[in-house]
C-alpha cells in the first residue's frame, strides 16, 4: 500500500514539475515581449518622466500602497492573505554610459494567480512606462 502511495505522489510531482518546465510557446513569446519593452532612459531629463510614470502606473495598478520610494527603488507593500491583488517592485538600474533600464516585478500571495495576471501588468508597466515622454 505504501509503495502505490509513493509512485501515486511521484507520478503527481512529475506532471506538476513537466508543466512548470515546458512554457507553452505563447507564453514564451510574452516572456520575450516584457524583456523587449524593458523601458530605458537616455539622459536625467528621460528618467525622472519615466521614474514619474513608474510610479504612477503603481499607485493606479497595484492592489497596495507604495512602501518605499527612491531614486532607485519603487516598492508596494507585500501581498498577504492569498490575496490576487498584486504587488509592484520597480528598481531603475544603470546600463553604461548614462543609461537606465526600469525593471518592475509583479507578484501576489495567491498559488493560482495574480489579477491582473503577472505577466500581463508586467507588459502593461512596460507599455505604459516606455511611452512615456516630455
Known amino acids: 500500500m505504501k509503495t502505490a502511495s509513493i509512485v ?15 512554457p507553452t510557446p505563447a507564453l514564451q513569446q510574452k516572456r520575450a515581449e516584457i524583456v523587449r519593452t524593458t523601458p530605458v532612459c537616455v539622459d536625467t531629463q528621460d ?6 510614470a513608474a510610479q504612477l502606473w503603481i499607485v493606479k ?5 507604495l512602501q518605499t520610494v527612491t531614486d532607485v527603488l519603487l516598492q508596494t ?4 492573505g492569498s490575496t490576487t491583488d498584486i504587488g509592484v517592485q520597480a528598481t531603475k538600474e544603470p546600463m553604461g554610459s548614462g543609461h537606465y533600464q526600469i525593471v518592475v516585478k509583479v507578484w501576489c500571495d495567491n498559488m493560482f494567480g495574480c489579477f491582473p495576471n503577472a505577466l500581463d501588468a508586467t507588459l502593461a508597466f512596460n ?6 515622454a516630455l
Open 8 to 22: 501515486a505522489l511521484m507520478l503527481v510531482s512529475a506532471g506538476v514539475t513537466s508543466c512548470a518546465i515546458a
Open 47 to 52: 528618467c525622472k518622466v519615466k521614474w514619474d
Open 61 to 65: 495598478n497595484a492592489g497596495y500602497k
Open 77 to 80: 507593500y507585500n501581498p498577504t
Open 127 to 132: 507599455r505604459e512606462v516606455g511611452a512615456a
